[in-house]
């Protein structure tokens, strides 16, 4: 899925590629999705993401819930930022912790410091998961 927000077109290399192949050039100032073409200026920031299985979203927020001791009237969906869960940094390593445990996965530092929803985890783990 696509959508433009921002002010600057980020597109991921593979991705780019195929617009250039496609295009042959690396202007951006029009792209085909899916046989669609829509236009938008270069102050247009292209955000191309891929979504997590349902299955992980549901347990990523079982193990937040857990670690955050968030009362079960609180909402915990993907969206869910851990820093307006109440997590500070220390809570957040010991999320991260239990997602490896959980998901029998090894988060490296970097792709630690990326995580700030709940989706941004269960697409990590999904990607940890799919290189094994």
Not at 16 to 27: E, F, H, L, Q, V
Not at 61 to 81: F, H, M, N, W, Y
């Amino acid at each position: 899925m696509a959508s433009l927000t921002g002010s600057a077109v980020s597109v991921s290399a593979p991705v780019m590629r195929r617009i250039k192949a496609t295009n042959g050039a690396s202007s951006l100032n029009s792209v085909s999705f899916f046989g669609q073409k829509r236009s938008f200026s270069s102050s247009a920031r292209l955000r191309i993401s891929c979504a997590a299985k349902q299955e992980t979203v549901d347990k990523v927020c079982e193990i937040v819930r857990k670690q955050l001791a968030i009362p079960e009237d609180t909402t915990v969906t993907g969206e869910s930022k851990f820093s307006e869960l109440g997590a500070d940094s220390l809570d957040t390593v010991e999320i991260v912790m239990g997602l490896e445990e959980s998901f029998d996965i090894s988060v490296d530092e970097n792709s630690a410091q990326e995580i700030a929803t709940v989706k941004d985890a269960a697409e990590m783990i999904d990607k940890l998961i799919a290189c094994k």
